[in-house]
């Protein structure tokens, strides 16, 4: 079983959308959660941390659920802009560096 | 603020050839560094990663090595590259308290011939 599964997509969605996308981690001991924002042929660049409360950063809504072990990325009114591909990271950040990466979930938002 | 530099860009190398790959960190200290590769169409795999000057971490045996003989320098090696090395590269560093997030480089995009 993977570390950290996403689903790849790809999510192809109109301009002022919402979309929603989902991951699952299979350690419990996980301590760090993070989206990431991956543009093609560049490097990851991190969108947001995720904290156990949830949180928001304007148009993007993150929560997590560690009952679940699932993490989710929320984004409201969808711009052409946000098209790419997001990652979902989790961190076993106090007992060494391991952070597991999903493959990524492609958004592509249609004008 | 805080920068990280990692250089080449691209690099188009023959089997058998060396490779050396070279990232610096600018505005903290003591940062863990890192390298990952990233196959086409797949995530990034975690190849070394270091806490300190000259320790290194090494998480999927292979023909590559890294070295860290500066606290904000970490520096990603082969002796002998195979096809199977080509990839995207990336250095990262992070905080070493806490649970912060990892900072990548612009990449490095190896093809090897």
């Known amino acids: 079983r993977k570390e950290v599964e996403q689903d790849p997509g790809p999510f192809n969605v109109p301009e002022g959308a919402t979309v929603a996308f989902n991951c699952t981690y299979s350690n419990s001991a996980s301590q760090s959660f993070f989206w990431y924002r991956q543009d093609c042929r560049k490097e990851p660049k991190l969108l947001m941390s995720?904290?156990?409360s949830g949180n928001e950063d304007g148009r993007f809504t993150a929560q997590l659920n560690r009952a679940s072990q699932y993490i989710s990325l929320l984004i409201r009114d969808s711009k052409l802009s946000d098209s790419a591909t997001y990652l979902c990271?989790?961190?076993?950040?106090?007992?060494?560096?391991?952070?597991?990466f999903g493959t990524g979930t492609s958004l592509t938002v249609i004008p | 603020s805080q920068t990280i530099h990692q250089w080449p860009a691209t690099l188009v190398q023959p089997v058998g050839s060396p490779l050396s790959l070279e990232c610096t960190v600018e505005g903290t200290s003591n940062p863990n560094l890192y390298w990952y590769r990233q196959a086409a169409g797949r995530g990034l795999q975690l190849l070394f990663y270091s806490v300190g000057i000259g320790q290194i971490s090494s998480e999927v045996p292979q023909n590559l090595s890294a070295s860290r003989p500066q606290d904000r320098q970490f520096i990603l090696s082969s002796k002998k590259l195979l096809l199977s090395d080509s990839g995207f590269y990336l250095c990262?560093?992070?905080?070493?308290?806490?649970?912060?997030?990892?900072?990548f480089g612009n990449g490095t995009r190896l093809t090897v011939t």
């Open positions: 990262a560093w992070r905080v070493q308290q806490g649970n912060s997030p990892l900072h």
């Open positions: 995720v904290y156990s």
């Open positions: 990271v989790v961190g076993l950040t106090n007992t060494g560096n391991q952070f597991y």
